[in-house]
């Protein structure tokens, strides 16, 4: 039986509100906007649904992948023969923790959300994060950050699915961040729950004030008004990504629909009917390009799912 049949009947027989979609394109659900169909994409309303997903979909073949707003994916042209599972769409409350200066967040609350929960709290830590375009899940993964700020310094305990465990807590020191990788960098098969913030205590209307102005340099230097998928490269060591990209001439750059941007080099952008071929030939042009002119070897910061 394929996978897709076995999990179409389980579904039906014990997870009959469960909303599941056929061939669902990937497009629809990544920053990029670029993707072919999953063959199966479900969106979970509670937490106990989507456990029961995962142990299920992992036994039958599914090959599971959770996403939240798909700001870091690039995925493949002829689509995922696999399970996509959207916590963005109901995984998604933010609400007091349980002190006064703590926030938690699901999985598929966006970090603009969680930002500005925490304002109106007064709570200071996370203006870095209002203009990041992900959400609580896929920032824990990869420990992002901005403008000096990175989810390392704001994470008090991390609630984990883990596929021999069980549901487990971490807290933020055995959570093991580093520069773009976590605990889960090495235990890809672990998917965040949800995720607890220690703040501290600050001035709603300065907190307001710093987000609108990181959220304006976002504006100005970024190219924003591009489908992309944020930064395409780590930082490698001892340099600037976009800068060196820049200094190799490569601004402008197009293959099909992707280009990097002549906003900021550090970005690879879909002006319009870009696939992911052209996203990815483009990538190795600039890699194969900066190697050669400078010795540095850049190391994509986009997930490139298959």
């Known amino acids: 039986m394929d ?38 994409m479900a969106f979970p309303e509670r937490g106990e649904q989507l456990v029961l997903l995962l ?20 995925c493949p042209d002829a689509g995922l023969d696999r399970l996509v ?20 967040a699901e999985a598929g609350a966006s970090l603009a959300r969680v930002a500005d929960f925490a304002c109106r709290q007064g709570l200071t830590g996370l203006e870095f994060a209002h203009g990041i375009p992900g959400t609580v899940g896929g920032a824990v993964c990869m420990n992002a950050g901005a403008y000096g700020g990175e989810m390392a310094q704001v994470i008090q305990s991390v609630t984990l699915l883990l596929p021999e465990a069980g549901i487990r807590t971490l807290s933020g020191s055995e959570m093991a961040f580093g ?15 949800r995720a607890a913030f220690q703040l501290s205590p600050g001035d709603p209307a300065a907190i307001r004030d710093r987000m609108r102005e990181l959220l304006e340099k976002r504006r100005t230097s970024q190219p924003l008004e591009f489908p992309s998928a944020g930064s ?75």
């Open 3 to 40: 996978w897709w049949t076995d999990l179409d009947k389980w579904t039906a027989e014990y997870l009959p509100d469960l909303r599941v979609a056929c061939d669902e394109p990937m497009s629809r659900h990544t920053s990029f906007r670029i993707g072919g169909p999953a063959r199966r």
């Open 55 to 74: 142990d299920h979909a992992a036994a039958c073949g599914a090959r599971p992948l959770v996403i939240g707003n798909g700001t870091n994916l690039l």
């Open 85 to 104: 599972v959207d916590t963005s769409a109901a995984l998604n409350r933010v609400e007091a923790g349980e002190t006064a200066d703590e926030a938690t």
């Open 179 to 193: 520069y773009r990788r976590s605990f889960l960098t090495d235990h890809p098969d672990a998917v965040v729950l």
């Open 232 to 306: 395409t490269f780590k930082r490698p060591e001892g340099y600037f990504a976009g800068t060196l990209i820049d200094q190799c001439g490569l601004k402008g750059l197009t293959v099909g629909g992707a280009q990097v941007s002549e906003k900021h080099a550090g970005f690879v952008i879909n002006r319009g009917g870009a696939t992911c071929a052209d996203v990815t030939a483009l990538i190795r042009q600039i890699q194969d390009r900066v190697l050669d002119m400078t010795g540095v070897r850049l190391e994509p910061e986009v997930k490139i799912i298959d």
